[in-house]
């Protein structure tokens, strides 16, 4: 059973940083492309950033180029989202999950619960 769990969000200042981890399970995680995506209230879920089965490839969102970073830690089955320079815009729900390739939005796992992000200004 394929399971992604978020967790690491939180209450931030402008400018701020967060990490956060998503730990999966149930799958052959060392061989996917692993996927972060946020919603915002009232909004539709928009992809963050991709990362390669092996972590070597990465894209972005273009609002988070140069803030974010994802990374993943095969050995611990966890991908991770480093940001920094946090803005108020950046406030979401942020999920993880998993795909055939890093080049795209498209993520075929469980959503999981996800993680509560909140940017004040």
């Known amino acids: 059973q394929v399971q992604l769990v978020e967790s690491g969000g939180g209450l931030v200042q402008l400018g701020g940083s967060l990490r956060l981890s998503c730990v999966a399970s149930?799958?052959?995680?060392?061989?996917?492309?692993m996927k972060w995506y946020r919603q915002a209230p009232g909004k539709a879920r928009e992809l963050v950033a991709t990362?390669?089965?092996?972590?070597?490839?990465?894209n972005y969102a273009d609002s988070v180029k140069g803030r974010f970073t994802i990374s993943r830690d095969n050995t611990r089955n966890t991908v991770y989202l480093h940001m920094n320079s946090l803005k108020p815009e950046d406030t979401a729900v942020y999920y993880c999950?998993?795909?055939?390739?890093?080049?795209?939005?498209?993520?075929?796992?469980?959503w999981g619960q996800g993680t509560q992000v909140t940017v004040s200004s």
């Open positions: 999950n998993a795909g055939t390739t890093y080049r795209d939005a498209v993520g075929f796992g469980s």
């Open positions: 149930g799958f052959a995680f060392n061989v996917l492309a």
């Open positions: 990362i390669s089965s092996a972590g070597s490839n990465t």
